[in-house]
């Protein structure tokens, strides 16, 4: 179960022939209140453990045990979770964003599949992961100014497809030396791939297909 995302309806309708043909030989009334079957039987209940809940404890014993065992699935979530929050832009790990704020920022991946059911559960998860960092006094991350200025979805994606084709994360990635405007190369969707390049990224980047095209239609 670590790796289905079905929904707890979608389960319900897995389920259903499977109960409406088992209770019967267990004895149980096949139209007994499903609420009913999965209660545990300290109190009352059938004590069928729904998968929909199962599925989710496996993806929290993924997330929890993994990474502390330092295994290579750890290091494969670890490594995951950091390219998220650099695709995201934010100051925050994934599973402490929003997800309705930030998901449309994010690549449809298993950890964001993840954050999604723990969001719609309420669960709230603390991963200990590097954060972005602001290496000049004053500077911003540019995804959180675009969320202060709470522009649309759309316009929020937009953005951040430029963010990224620019390989900027910060404010001062994309401004002169005094933050009083945008440099020339920022404006002109030009990126800077030369270690002399005052605003060349550290950061381990990658190529976002088909963003040039699109920067260039909306400047």
């Known amino acids: 179960m670590a790796l289905t995302f079905f929904s707890q309806q979608e389960w319900n309708q897995l389920l ?6 088992a209770l019967p030989k267990a004895g149980i009334c096949r139209n007994f209140p499903r609420a009913m079957v999965y209660a545990p039987i300290a109190l009352q209940g059938v004590g069928v453990p729904h998968p929909y809940g199962l599925q989710v404890i496996k993806h929290l014993d993924m997330l929890l045990c993994h990474p502390a065992n ?13 390219a998220h929050q650099l695709e995201t832009g934010t100051s925050y790990g994934l599973f402490q ?6 998901s449309i920022l994010a690549s449809d991946t298993w950890a964001n599949r993840t954050w999604s059911e723990l969001g719609s559960l309420s669960i709230h998860l603390e991963f200990d992961s590097p954060s972005l960092q602001l290496l ?35 404010l001062s990635d994309i401004v002169n030396a005094d933050g009083t405007a945008i440099t020339l190369k920022a404006w002109k ?21 088909n963003v040039e095209v699109d920067f260039k239609a909306q400047s």
């Not at 259903?16 to 043909?21: E, K, T």
């Not at 991350?141 to 900027?168: G, H, M, P, Y």
């Open 70 to 82: 330092k295994t290579k699935t750890g290091a494969f979530l670890e490594a995951v979770l950091q």
């Open 16 to 21: 259903s022939p499977v109960l409406r043909a």
């Open 97 to 102: 964003q929003v997800y309705a704020n930030t």
């Open 136 to 170: 000049r006094r004053g500077d911003q991350l540019l995804v959180d100014l675009f969320i202060e200025s709470l522009v649309d979805q759309l316009t929020l994606k937009w953005l951040n497809w430029c963010r990224i084709f620019l390989r900027a994360g910060t």
């Open 189 to 209: 969707g030009l990126r800077a791939d030369s270690r002399s390049d005052r605003s060349f990224s550290q950061l381990d980047w990658w190529e976002q297909r």
